[in-house]
């Protein structure tokens, strides 16, 4: 069985208070409402259907949830978001075994899912402010993963001196730059000396970490030679480990866009034990198909063992979820 482990879907419900919430969404907002599978489950069923023996863990699309309002709105969207999402599951329980939850992190409540979905930032604020922290005291004692996803939208710009990104380049490289900085901040906040088990999968294999391994390994290990308003050098000295064994605690999922070099990179980085099959379906040029069939073709041509793939397609995931 193929366990694919981040699909993004919009339950009915949640589609419909959208576009009432935000009407004229741009951006991010303008790409998830034009695509058919997210929220018509005839068409998605299609789709599956072209895989065998395939299942789904399904989460919410972007935007983040806070960015819809105020903590009451965002609180609400959350709320018909994991009521709807559950209910899929509980309906269709051979297409989707489990769901991720989404919390308004402007406001979070508490979990009901095989984990959660968080995103790089807070509307602008990082993850390690000690607001947002307690998500991950309750995620280590629940003992359930948590998926990191990035986001940005085009007002982050190219360059301090423009007002905006171009030819989205926002998206392109501001979303991998954000799941990097994300994680970087997890870290140097020493996340994994407090939780040394704790789950979190990033998406897109790790983002920029595995290709960077020279930059976050001899780089950080000299964190503060280049600093001269602070001395991180007595960070390093009370962090446990060397910057870049943190880094390979994080899990990673597979969804790379059919990028075979990415895939082996990554998967080099962070061994086959901590990587997840995960397509990133729907939003691919033919809406649906093409991220699962680019990544499944490659994952079976890699020169891996078959326990090692098989540990990837459902093996970790039925650990990490603790799913039957």
């Known amino acids: 069985m193929k366990i694919d482990i981040f699909n993004h879907i919009f339950p009915k419900a949640y589609f419909d208070k959208m576009f009432e919430v935000l009407p ?18 005839d068409e998605r069923f299609r789709i ?25 709105i965002a609180t609400e969207m959350a709320k018909i978001a994991n009521d709807g999402m559950a209910e899929l599951v509980r309906r269709y329980p051979d297409r989707f075994p489990g769901f991720i939850a989404s919390l308004p992190m402007n406001d979070p409540p508490g979990l009901g899912a095989v984990g959660v979905q968080i995103f790089s930032n807070v509307l602008g604020r990082p993850l390690d402010k000690p607001e947002t922290m307690p998500l991950f005291d309750l995620m280590a004692e629940l003992d359930l993963p948590i998926w990191l996803h990035p986001a940005r939208g085009a007002d982050f710009p190219d360059y301090k001196g423009e007002k905006k990104s171009h030819y989205e380049i926002w998206w392109t490289f501001g979303w991998p730059y954000e799941t990097s900085v994300a994680m ?30 020279g930059r976050v390994g001899p780089g950080w290990d000299q964190l503060g030679t280049r600093t001269s308003d602070e001395d991180y050098t007595l960070l390093l000295k009370k962090l446990k480990k060397r910057p870049l064994d943190y880094f390979h605690m994080f899990y990673a999922d597979t969804a790379v866009f059919g990028s075979k070099s990415a895939t082996v990179c990554g998967l080099d980085f962070f061994g086959a034990d901590k990587v997840l099959f995960a397509s990133d379906s729907p939003f ?41």
């Not at 004229?24 to 489950?41: E, Q, T, W």
């Not at 072209?50 to 903590?71: S, T």
């Not at 063992?305 to 979820?321: F, H, M, Q, V």
């Open 284 to 324: 691919d040029p033919e809406k649906g198909s093409a991220y699962i069939r680019w990544t499944i073709d490659i994952l079976d041509k890699l020169e891996i063992t078959d326990a090692e793939r098989k540990a990837i397609y459902e093996g970790n995931a039925r650990r990490l979820l603790k799913l039957k």
């Open 184 to 213: 970087a901040h997890l870290v140097f906040a020493g996340l994994f000396d407090k939780h040394p088990n704790l789950k979190i999968i990033t998406h897109h294999l790790g983002a920029m970490i595995p290709y960077f391994e």
């Open 48 to 72: 599956m259907d072209k895989f065998g023996d395939y299942v789904q863990i399904i989460c919410l699309g972007a935007p983040p949830i806070e960015v819809y309002g105020a903590a009451a």
């Open 24 to 41: 004229n969404g741009k951006d991010m907002h303008k790409r998830v409402r034009a695509v058919p599978s997210i929220v018509d489950l």
